[in-house]
């Protein structure tokens, strides 16, 4: 079992550039999360899937696309990078949102 | 504004000594769990508390959580190096979601 993965694990973007991270997870689970970790922040919601075929908002998602076409994968897109999206960006997955949220290992991300 | 607080935001003391680390809101959650991240990793759940007043025990790490269900407190018996990483408390909300805090930095000196 990998549990999650997340790709890339680095990047470096210029302002106005586009990219999307990819999170996968071979759990089984229903639900799945990005998130933004910055600096005396802690970690944000970005965005969230409570099944296949759904999405919802979380705490930040002005900026940011979300995706769950199948229940293992959830991508994450930027349309038009701004440096203060420049973070490290987690995904996790659990059974349901009570239960354990198993997290990848991170995307470090820099908008220049 | 937080939904939870975590205090201190950072410790560190000497290899041996205990330490205690809080998570406190206004708000009542029905569960609240206990992550740790090391760097360049993401988080792990350690435990998860759901009755006010439990308390849990992981080898040296003692979890409390509050009688009203509102604070948590993560006790660390003689500190080791390996202990040093960032402890998150995350509450479970009712919109399908957990709430995570700031964290607390702890830094153990061998």
């Known amino acids: 079992n990998a549990g999650v993965t997340q790709t890339p694990k680095f990047r470096v973007l210029k302002t106005g550039q586009s990219m999307t991270l990819l999170c996968a997870q071979d759990?089984?689970?229903?639900?799945m999360y990005w998130y933004r970790q910055d600096p005396g922040m802690g970690l944000r919601l970005i965005h969230y899937s409570v099944g296949e075929g759904t999405t919802a908002k979380g705490e930040v998602p002005d900026g940011y696309n979300v995706s769950r076409l199948k229940k293992q994968n959830f991508l994450l897109g930027l349309e038009s990078a701004a440096p203060s999206q420049t973070s490290v960006y987690f995904c996790?997955?659990?059974?349901?949102?009570?239960?354990?949220?198993?997290f990848g290992p991170g995307t470090r991300l820099t908008v220049l | 504004t937080q939904l939870l607080e975590q205090s201190p935001q950072f410790l560190s003391i000497q290899e041996g000594e205990n330490l205690t680390v809080y998570c406190n809101s206004s708000?009542?959650?029905?569960?609240l769990q206990w992550y740790r991240q090391e760097p360049g990793e993401g988080p792990v759940l350690l435990v998860t508390v759901v009755t006010g007043g439990e308390v849990k025990k992981l080898k040296r790490l003692t979890f409390q959580f509050g009688d009203a269900r509102k604070d948590s407190s993560l006790h660390i018996t003689a500190a080791q190096p390996g202990d040093t990483g960032l402890y998150l408390c995350a509450g479970v909300q009712g919109n399908n979601r957990l709430a995570f805090g700031k964290g607390n930095q702890v830094v153990v000196i061998p």
């Open positions: 996790a997955s659990s059974r349901g949102f009570r239960d354990t949220q198993y």
């Open positions: 759990m089984n689970h229903e639900y």
């Open positions: 708000s009542v959650f029905s569960s």
